[in-house]
T-cell receptor, first 110, second 113 residues
Framework: KNEVEQSPQNLTAQEGEFITINCSYS?????LHWLQQHPGGGIVSLFM???GKKKHGRLIATINIQEKHSSLHITASHPRDSAVYIC????????????FGTGTLLAVQP | DAGITQSPRHKVTETGTPVTLRCHQT?????MYWYRQDPGHGLRLIHY???????DKGEVSDGYSVSRSKTEDFLLTLESATSSQTSVYFC????????????FGSGTRLTVV
């Protein structure tokens, strides 16, 4: 069983919709990452957070440490947001290793 | 990002042949990682390095070896490639400390026939 669970696995939205992707993990962490991967493409880091909320453009990431849960929100979604969004957690330790969720495939239709 | 490059980007090889993938960084980061990405799985750690000549196994290390003789380069070798090693391989770098994020390479698509 993956220690990092994402939902939904697949998501289809209409352009302009508000989108939420969820991530839950099993034990306490030092940091959580949200990553983006376009089809056939590389992986880009969107956010790294250990508490609270971060915002970059139309993207917002929140984390609730007590509930072991994080959300990635996309406001005013656009077809170019279509990608796989991956949650990854760092359980601490000197090596900074990450445990990855299986990703959420987002398709934004015009 | 220009700070990390992987080579080759694509490779097709035959079962039983050795294969080496290269990850090169210009960021002088201490930590380097090799992951593989397969459908239905999250990225899984193969091996990682925490310094020159300092490496350790990840969760899916069987059939793979690594070397890091310089800070900049982290090599992943498949000693005798098998079809189960067909995958997309990503290298990543990180500076020490939890406060630093990850940077990923563009990936290598390896097909073993």
């Amino acid at each position: 069983k993956n220690e990092v669970e994402q939902s939904p696995q697949n998501l289809t939205a209409q352009e302009g919709e508000f989108i939420t992707i969820n991530c839950s993990y099993s034990v306490g962490i030092s940091a959580l990452h949200w990553l983006q991967q376009h089809p056939g493409g590389g992986i880009v880091s969107l956010f790294m957070l250990s508490s609270g909320k971060k915002k970059h453009g139309r993207l917002i990431a929140t984390i609730n440490i007590q509930e072991k849960h994080s959300s990635l929100h996309i406001t005013a979604s656009h077809p170019r947001d279509s990608a796989v969004y991956i949650c990854a957690v760092n359980y601490g330790g000197a090596t900074n290793k990450l445990i990855f969720g299986t990703g959420t495939l987002l398709a934004v239709q015009p | 990002d220009a700070g990390i490059t992987q080579s080759p980007r694509h490779k097709v090889t035959e079962t039983g042949t050795p294969v080496t993938l290269r990850c090169h960084q210009t960021e002088n980061h201490r930590y380097m990682y090799w992951y593989r990405q397969d459908p239905g799985h999250g990225l899984r750690l193969i091996h990682y390095s925490y310094g020159v000549k300092d490496t350790d196994k990840g969760e899916v290390s069987d059939g793979y070896s690594v070397s890091r003789s310089k800070t900049e380069d982290f090599l992943l070798t498949l000693e005798s490639a098998t079809s189960s090693q067909t995958s997309v391989y990503f290298c990543a770098i990180s500076d020490q400390g939890i406060g630093y994020g990850y940077t990923f390479g563009s990936g290598t698509r390896l097909t073993v026939v």
